[in-house]
């Protein structure tokens, strides 16, 4: 799970000036799977691997999709890769860097917060297979490191090739064991069951069951070969804000995992206001820079360059500040990150609160990709950041309606900036249509539809 460290600093208040920033740090790296779930685990897969006989070895075909839903380095990152070094004193990944915990068999997909987890974000299966084995019921708001069992779901590729899905959202588990599945159809959803400390989904892919029960897909100079994606993405390392909201109240101090109330209005007046910032990747010399901007364009407030003062993969910061919000209209908060400006968010100043507080999202504009494949499923990719999608900073999910000949093959709602639709559900030559509504938890956006004429055989 996620491995990164930060210290906690006290908040104060300075009237005029930006405050020492507040890290929210998830807690260290878990074992994911205890010992025990894990040698029961492998025992069922060995059961399973005896009940098929004699077969030749995995040649594992890649992965045609990546497992969980969304955007790496937009609504989810990956906090923990294979361990490719376990039998070394040191952790190492794929890229030769330390983006792995120690003896971590798997992959770690991560997403933003425990609301995006609510909101539901699909995983899917990347090829298709037999379920050998799942669970569910568990208890799935973890976040702090345990023996618990998971929810979870296993499936076999053919050969000696099996995938692990672990951590999952309890009541989502789709699938029973004897069940095939497409490539690209949803199994589940990420949660935060089992020995686990933030919503994600645990991966893991095996070959040659009983002598190596896991390996990492990735290829790079320290796991040389051929790559096991169709579309392998690289490792995040830039600076990337995942998130940004606002409010005027103390911070919670129970959090994690629960999120601070959100506000995208505010009455006129001098007021003490606190900004979240969800970060990736910052360092003890990285710095902010925090300006409120007036609806005029001129500056309200600039705090300079600041010390974010710690270092963290992943953290959540607030920062805590008086602002004069004398003029009605729609200002701007403006936030970068060693010089880059990674979010322009609105916020509206209004002179009394008989104003209308909640407003509607704004329509999404999206693209459906190209299949990295010709077996591949249908992928759609929301365009744009979290930050703008909402003029109150709400989280948003997306109502994700796809068909095709005016038949819909998939209805459903997700958290995530990414859906699909699997292998066998779509044809070649045919319209494919989405339909895409984005909902703030109380008010619907405006729908925008597209098309696809998928050209080709059928899969």
Known sequence: MLSAVAALTALGLSKGLVTTPVFFVKPAATKCISELERSRIESVVRTYQERLGDV??????????????????????????VDVAPSEDFNQDWDCTRMAAEGHRGIDFAIRSFADMEGGVPVFAPLPGTVVESDDGYFDR???????????????????????????????VKVKAGETVAAGQEIARVGSSGDCNWPSLHFESWSDAGTQFAYEPHTGSCNPGTSGWADQQPIVRSTKLLDMWINESRYDQTYPPFEAARRGTFVKAGLTVRVYATLLNITTSSKYRLRFLRPNGTVGFDSNLQSLGGSATFATVAHQQFVSLSSPGTWTVEYSVNGEILASSPLRVVNSFSTQLNRPPAGVQATILP????????????????????????????????KQNGKVVRDTWSAARTDMIPVGSFRPNKDVSLSITPNDGLIEGPTTTIHSLLQGKAP
């Open 56 to 81: 030749p070895p995995a040649q594992n075909a890649p992965y045609l999709v990546y497992p969980a839903a969304g955007v790496l380095g937009e609504d989810q990152f990956v906090s923990d890769y």
């Open 371 to 402: 299949m990295p494949s010709p077996e591949g499923p249908l992928c759609v990719r929301v365009a744009g950041q979290q930050i703008a999608a909402d003029p109150d900073h709400d989280l948003i999910r997306y109502h994700y309606v796809w």
């Open 142 to 172: 973890t976040y702090k490191q345990n023996d618990v069992p998971a929810n979870y779901v296993i499936l076999h590729h053919g050969g000696t090739h099996y995938t692990l899905y672990w951590h999952l959202k309890r009541g989502s």
